[in-house]
């Protein structure tokens, strides 16, 4: 991409993109960190661009740069501690970026490439409401398309640090890299912790010399009174993009803009993809997605969150009273205090929203979930935390978090409830799906949680006690111009107030709230309760199946010594192939899931045991499932949606049986191909060729006919039916005559058989032929036997 500031050749930018090119890694990095060393900043700012597009790639996602996505440190120890060092928030880059913060320059960072939201704002030349934007759009005369903004070298840094997650092909599946041990996740780490710091204050810019001066921050814009953080902005007011004004900032306040800089960055970058607007549009079925997170993505921003919880919850207790009643704490404090309700709220609650409507139905949505649940639990975060019991019981929730909880009351709710919605659709037979079920039963169930959510659905639920008019303007945000106090009385600082407006800034005043414990959520736990009693059966009867069969049993499968299926039908489910420790895992997640729904919502023993003993109507007579709830149509059964719900979980399956010729199946993989189609050549060519002899031979009265009644005919025949009525009447009255079958002879399990036979017959010193009319001898008179029970009906039925 070009740089309107690199229009003049430059000497030091053409010799660096040389050594790029020519120069050992280690090597190009040493001479970066003599080069921002030794030159000053006026030559420095013709390379800035080149350099953080070469290390983070670019916008468009053509150039990797340096891939820090899947730089490790346990696979490329060398190149990732150069990385490291040279961008560690304290290294050389960072030392760049201060130097030219120092001389105030600006560099152009395209509108194009922000999120759609943000993007579409200013393209309508409409300000977004964050900060962050103000005061650096730059037109061009090229209208909309061309607009820029005007970053200094700090928020330029960061706008393409946060934006390489994003922009950046995502990983291929092949290539297995955890993301906590990439080099990206470990900067992320490494900057929340330098400009967000959890105990002190943020260490001051790194001089890029002994007598520098220290680079002084670029004014804020109209910025929001740090007293006010604590409110929620949710004002509808446009403002037209030329109304950006300019102020002074406050000289208390320039300590922590890097910090509030690269919050907002990483938020607006990482979080700020869909508005309230796109929202509503999303959840029309037809609706089709702007963006969509990754895995990885997902795991950045859980860092993100668990760091904040961190950061907000290493305000001293009486920083945070002082905070709440006074204008004397500084910046800083004010800042731990705004950081969640002012910044990542809003723009998380959607960004979960989305993910839990559209993530798919597998087993990669715990990312999110865990993401959700760290963010849910600020109190596993917090320095006075208590270490778990040896009982492993949780500790109860303190009641100090209970204002967290009210004004963070839909995070808890309403994504509770859209999880129920995910959990019913899913197969709770599956070890991953049962485990994320259990992870948030349990985080729900712990002590006096679900009764401060209780609490927090009933203040919203009060009926409105104030004057109308003046109820209406406590829930709609004012603007950036003023104070978020000044034009409101003190009620707005009453619980069931901050609940509301909690609520409608995030939902909007005509939302419809359906209550976690209200009847339509009961329901649907009620439902969940039942799915999950009837997967504990179903995985209690796999693990019975394990348990009984034999150790070498898959081995002799693929021999064929086992029982041979000739419909091909079987139990799809991971369970097979995981063993029988997760059945009993899957199990225990379960039982405890169970057991933590009945503490949360108060479900009483008989309601489980009703599910318990419905389980006993599934089955018949003679202990076979029932087929799938269906309904008859004119083309046959119907699937109605609780036979679907039934097959996905494993709780009922129809009976596959083959129908057509046998000697037509498919190859199984207990067979030899080639062998199975030579002996199905040489069996048709004897059928074509003696089919008469053979049919007078079957229709003879006496034993001989008998006993090729029994080897050319097909047993159980005339017993089969066709589940299709449409394919039944194509077949109607079609009957094959005698015929021979030599396919037996293409499976392992007798050629197999065989080898054993003639093996053990040479240990008694006996011949292959002699072996050979033995076994024909012995294979005579067990056919004569079976001829005989079959005549007298005690084997087959006629």
Known sequence: MAFPHLQQPSFLLASLKADSINKPFAQQCQDLVKVIEDFPAKELHTIFPWLVESIFGSLDGVLVGWNLRCLQ????????????????????????????????????FPVSYLPGPVKASIQECILPDSPLYHNKVQFTPAGGLGLNLALNPFEYYIFFFALSLITQKPLPVSLHVRTSDCAYFI???????????????????????????SPSPPP??????????????????????????????????????????????FVEMW?????????????????????????????????????????????????????????ATSPLEEFKRAAVPRFVQQKLYLFLQHCFGHWPLDASF??????????????????????????????????????????????YTKLFVGFLNRALRTDLVSPKHALMVFRVAKVFAQPNLAEMIQKGEQLFLEPELVIPHRQHRLFTAPTFTGSF??????????????????????EGQDCKYTPMFGPEARTLVLRLAQLITQAKHTAKSISDQCAESPAGHSFLSWLGFSSMDTNGSYTANDLDEMGQDSVRKTDEYLEKALEYLRQIFRLSEAQ??????????????????????????????????????????????????YQGDPELQPIRSYEIASLVRTLFRLSSAINHRFAGQMAALCSRDDFLGSFCRYHLTEPGLASRHLLSP????????????????????????????????????????????????????????????????TERGKLHQP
């Open 485 to 506: 106090l000044s034009p409101w009385p003190p009620a707005v600082t009453d619980a069931s107030f901050k609940v509301k407006s909690h609520v409608y800034s995030l």
């Open 187 to 213: 900067l992320v780490d490494r900057y929340l912790s330098w400009f967000l710091p959890t105990e002190g204050s943020v260490p001051p810019p790194l001089s890029s010399s002994p007598g520098g001066t």
């Open 366 to 411: 715990r990312a999110v979930l865990e993401m959700w649940l760290s963010y849910l639990q600020p109190w596993r975060y917090a320095p006075d935390k208590q270490a778990p019991g040896s009982d492993s019981q949780p500790r109860c929730v303190s009641e100090k978090w209970a204002p967290f909880v009210q004004e963070n009351l839909l995070m």
């Open 271 to 327: 979080l700020h993809h869909y508005s309230l607007e796109m929202y509503q549009k999303m959840q029309s079925p037809h609706a089709k997605e702007s963006f969509t997170p990754t895995e990885e993505h997902v795991l950045v921003v859980r860092l993100l969150l668990k760091h904040l919880h961190a950061f907000a919850n290493s305000l001293k207790p009486e920083q945070a009273s002082l905070s709440a009643h006074s204008h």
């Open 73 to 108: 440190g346990r696979v490329n120890p060398v190149e990732y501690s150069i990385v490291m060092e040279f961008l560690d928030p304290g290294g050389p880059m960072m030392k760049l970026v201060y130097k030219l913060q120092a001389e105030d320059y600006k560099f152009d």
């Open 608 to 657: 489980l045991r009703q599910f318990t003993l419905a389980l006993g109507t599934t089955q018949d007579e003679n202990g076979k499932k029932q087929l799938p709830d269906c309904i008859v149509g004119e083309d046959g059964l119907i699937l109605t949606p609780l036979g679907r719900y039934q097959i996905i979980n494993g709780l009922r399956r129809f009976e596959i049986e």
């Open 220 to 265: 804020r814009t109209p910025a929001i009174p740090f007293a006010s953080y604590g409110l929620h902005h949710t004002s509808l007011l446009k403002r037209h993009i030329s109304h950006q004004t300019s102020v002074n900032a406050d000289p208390a306040s320039h300590e922590i803009w890097r910090s509030e800089t690269l919050l907002q960055v």
């Open 726 to 789: 449409v394919g039944r009447r194509q077949v109607a009255g079609h009957t094959r005559g005698p015929r021979l079958s030599l396919r037996f002879l293409g499976s392992y399990r007798t050629l197999v058989s065989l080898l054993l036979a003639f093996f053990v017959a040479s240990l008694f010193c006996v011949g292959p032929l002699p072996c050979t009319l033995l076994l024909t001898l012995g294979y005579v008179l067990y056919a004569s036997a079976m001829t005989l029970l």
